[in-house]
């Protein structure tokens, strides 16, 4: 049986103390109601992991990054490592997400070491694809998305695979409202679960969770995570509030 997983996506928001108070309040609501359907993880920025890891302490709620470098250490100005964030509580780390993609360059070739790197140290990683509007529009996005997967992961092992879980994002649906229909995302959810299966093996396909990501709301989120290859979400705007949050955790049956 593969996990049903929501996962927030805190993106560059919110200060330290911001932070902490969003965190303190998940918490709160997820220990007084959890449902315990779903695993839940959060990823604020760098900033707050030191601090975020002591206040989850006890929770069952687990603790992500947004973004690692592939090496352990060393001249790399600016970047942080998986064992670094590992030394602070970390569990998950998001990698390829399409702004890291999009605004910072990062390659195919590139999220492949970042992965190979998270899953050495032990993280569990949330690896991003999806296809722009242009792409979808050309009919494009089946190729884009094979792409992602066989050069971001195909290296992997059948074993390193139960360390990843992946997020298809459709990147028109990110931030803009624009949720992709849920005969949409499942038609792509089944196809990344076949690209799996024709390389590792159908019981690492069938233990792979898929997550969509792109606009998911509590109003939205019923739907689209009732359908067969849905297993859950990768939240951005509405993980910033605690009650929507939870409301989509709570639309995992
Ligand atoms: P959104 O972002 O929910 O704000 O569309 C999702 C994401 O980028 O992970």
Redesign the pocket.
């Known amino acids: 049986m593969r996990k049903n997983i929501v996962a927030g ?1 805190w ?1 560059m928001n919110k200060n330290l103390t911001e932070s902490q108070a969003l965190i303190t309040e998940i918490r709160g609501i997820v220990r007084d109601e959890n449902t315990n359907k779903a695993e839940i993880i959060i990823c604020p920025t760098f900033l707050a992991l030191a601090s975020a890891s002591k206040l989850l302490d006890g929770s069952t709620v687990k603790l992500g990054a947004q973004n690692c470098h592939f090496e352990d250490n060393g001249a790399f100005t600016g970047e942080l490592s998986a064992s670094m964030l590992k030394s602070v509580g970390v569990s998950h780390v998001i990698i390829g ?3 890291r993609r999009q605004y910072f360059n990062e390659t195919n070739e590139m999220l492949a070491k970042k992965a190979s790197s998270a899953v050495n140290q032990g993280l569990t990683v949330l690896f ?1 694809v999806g296809e722009t509007q242009s792409e979808r529009e050309s009919e494009e996005h089946f190729n884009v998305i094979k792409s992602q997967i066989s050069e971001g992961l195909f290296h992997l092992t059948a074993k390193d695979m139960e360390s990843i879980v992946i ?1 298809y ?1 459709p990147v028109w ?4 409202g624009l949720t992709a229909s849920s005969d949409q995302a499942e038609e792509v959810h089944a196809y990344i679960r076949s690209l799996i299966s024709e390389k590792f093996g159908e019981a690492t396909a069938e233990s792979t969770s898929i997550l969509y ?4 709301k509590p109003d939205n989120a019923v739907e689209l995570f009732s359908r067969a290859n849905i297993d859950g979400g ?6 910033l509030k605690a009650r929507d949050f939870f409301d989509i955790i709570k639309a995992i049956k």
């Open positions: 996506n993106k997400h399409s702004e991003c997020a994002e649906a990110i931030g803009t990501g792109g606009s998911v990768l939240i951005g705007g509405a993980a």
